[in-house]
C-alpha cells in the first residue's frame, strides 16, 4: 500500500477532532491540525492507512 497525501475541507459547522489510528484501527494520542476547516493527511508522515474525524 502507498502512502497518500491529501488536503481535505469539512463544510460542517463546529470544529472536529482528526485522530490517527494505528494499523489495526486502534486510537493512538495523536491529532491532526484542523485549520479553517481543512485536513491535510499524510500518510507517509504519518505511518498509517486511517483517520478518524470527530465532531464534539
Known sequence: MEPVKARLTLHRTGTPQVFVPNHD????????????GVIEIDGARDKTPYYLVRYP
Do not use: E, M, P, S
Not at 484501527?25 to 479553517?36: D, Q, S
Open 25 to 36: 484501527g486502534k486510537l493512538t494520542a495523536t491529532k491532526i491540525a484542523v485549520k479553517n
